[in-house]
């Protein structure tokens, strides 16, 4: 994965973009923590997609927390 800093991104933007499209990730970075991560679109959405399994996964392994005795009312204040 390629990092570059928030400027160098502003700068050759792009380039950026030409390199992702070709398949690169790339990690921006701003005073020395990473704000983004630009991604080709597919890998975004495939990523996403894997969460969501994921997820869906580890809940239907979960068993049911009980009865809900709620109002929905008690849920606002």
Do not use: C
């Amino acid at each position: 994965m390629k990092t570059m800093s928030a400027t160098e991104a502003n700068r050759h933007f792009s380039s950026l973009l030409k390199d992702v499209a070709r398949g690169e990730e790339i990690l921006v970075m701003s005073r020395g923590r990473a704000v983004a991560k630009v991604l080709p679109f597919d890998s975004a959405a495939s990523e996403r997609k894997s969460a969501q399994n994921a997820l869906l996964e580890r809940l239907s392994k979960q068993p049911p927390t009980g009865r809900r005795n709620w109002k929905r009312d008690e849920l606002y204040d």
